[in-house]
């Protein structure tokens, strides 16, 4: 079909061309992720920002095959590391090899170097592990053997994690969650979306069904667009009223930290471009407050059997606290 052939675009893009070029990109994970809209939206708003998601939930509710279908939709090249308690950092970034023929060492790229890197069950790698991410997440790059290497670009960090399970995990720290700028949660499928994969529904056979309607080129071309989506100061102020209700009181032990607020400006501006808008309203800053925010806020005292629905339930106060401007 030719809705589905990868598309030229010009290094910054109108809002209707930007628009146009995202809701490709969602309509082609819709054949494989059923009855999931807001999850595919926030997703792709996350991948548009040029930000990192973390997608969590219990074991077999479509987690890995979201990130599989992103990957496949945008093209580039793509990546899976299965995290496990035993992988070391060498086995994400890469390694040098003596090369007996030419009599020097080669480097070895790891499978971190790819436009999306799928990091599965992330929380069972080490804290040595974990923390060999925390470079290419935040700066594009990664430094071995003494020598700083850049990432491809565009690159996105689609990481899983099941936050029930406790036993041969370790929890990620603050400073690598705050490296995420958005989290989905992925949720049961509706009642109908369930019925249709009882039916038969396979999600492989789906998958290959999906094709890649951009390029990598026109994926930075995206991003780099959501730069341009104006933003006014009322709206500013309002974000910040948010974030500075969030280090008030003792709901949180720590309040959210200043790369918290960009963050959060940063994904209203992508959910706007998705909406077909070149500029944000109110609705793209509460869409996007929990999932930007509730994955870096932690209760005081320590984190209670369910922390995330602790943290969202106070951010959703938080938001009904605060005036919306007109």
Known sequence: MAANRPVSVAPVLDALTAHQLVARIEREIRQVILGKDDVIRSAVTCLVAGGHLLIEDVPGVGKTTLARTLARAVGGTFRRIQFTSDLLPSDIL?????????????????????NVVLADEIN???????????????????????????LPDPFLVAATQNPLEIVGTYPLPESQLDRFLMRVVMGYPAPEAELQ????????????QVT?????ADLV????TVASVRIEDSLLSYVHALVQRTRQGSTFSVGASPRG??????????????EARDYCVPDDVQRCFLPVLAHRLHPPGGMPEDGRAYAED?????LASVPVPT
């Open 314 to 318: 106070a951010l959703r106060r938080i």
């Open 212 to 216: 890649a309607v951009c390029t990598s």
């Open 261 to 274: 607020a960009m963050s959060l400006v940063l994904a209203a501006r992508a959910r706007a471009l998705a």
């Open 221 to 224: 071309a995206l991003q780099r």
């Open 94 to 114: 890469g390694v040098a090899v003596y090369d007996q023929t030419a009599q020097e060492f080669r480097f070895h790229a790891g499978p971190i170097f790819a």
């Open 197 to 208: 994969l009882m039916a038969g529904h396979s999600h492989e056979d789906a998958l290959r």
């Open 124 to 150: 069972r790698a080490t804290p040595k592990t974990q923390s060999a991410m925390l470079e290419a997440m935040s700066d594009r790059q990664v430094t071995t053997e003494g020598q700083t290497r850049p």
